[in-house]
Nanobody, 123 residues
């Protein structure tokens, strides 16, 4: 069983930055792919970024590339999402997810979710 707890959301003006954190517990630190999804009002949940726990690989959705950076701390253990140059269309609830997999050209969510953290970007 993996437990995830996000923090760091809030209200920022367009062009601002936020850093989300996801504290991870359970399964004695044996993790695979960990990442972030987001869900805006009235829209489906979508992949944002992910990182390999035992590798240095990182992957991003096209719409966040060069603005967001996913990183990890294997000692804590925690993953982060640094979000820069935020725009109103980035407004969403951001969810941490564990055990993503890659299939048919897309990242598919794993079974473990955090409770989500709200990010609101004002114009």
């Amino acid at each position: 069983q993996v437990r995830l707890a996000e923090s760091g959301g809030g209200l920022v003006p367009a062009g601002g930055s936020l850093r989300l954190s996801c504290a991870i517990s359970g399964r004695d630190g044996q993790h695979y792919l960990l990442g972030w999804f987001r869900q805006a009002p009235g829209k489906e949940r979508e992949f944002v970024a992910c990182i390999g726990w035992t590798s240095d690989g990182t992957w991003y959705a096209d719409f966040v590339k060069d603005r967001f950076e996913v990183s990890k701390d294997t000692v804590e253990p925690t993953i982060y999402l640094q979000m820069n140059n935020l725009a109103p269309e980035d407004t969403a609830v951001y969810f941490c997810n564990a055990d993503l997999r890659y299939a048919a050209g897309s990242f598919i969510s794993g079974p473990y979710w955090g409770q989500g953290t709200q990010v609101t970007v004002s114009s």
